[in-house]
């Protein structure tokens, strides 16, 4: 199972020096983005932001960060990967990447207080 996790993130570290993060707040995959993230209930949006902060975190990890069961955590995340059509935490992750997550997960904060 460790060298499973292992070489999932190697793998992402990898996908992410290739591909090159969408960076200009005004363009049209940052619009796309966040109207994607729109969609997502606010406790939704926390879970992801925590995810995206702690890559590669497991459920469990994640559930202390946001003091909340571990059941609670992967209910979320089964609801994020359904409204942003991915297939589980690695592709999520990618998308994060693809998109610019580190200047969405600052309006996301906005969106939280």
Known sequence: MLRANVAIKSQFKLFCHARQPIKEE???????????????TPREREVLVALWEN????????????????ACIRFHL???YQKLNVSGKVELLLLCNEIGFDQLAATLSGFQE
């Open 26 to 40: 005004g363009s049209r995959g940052m619009q796309d983005a966040l109207e994607l993230v729109a969609t997502l």
């Open 55 to 70: 890559r590669g975190c497991r459920a469990g990890e994640l559930a202390k960060i946001l003091c909340v069961s571990e």
């Open 78 to 80: 089964h609801n994020i």
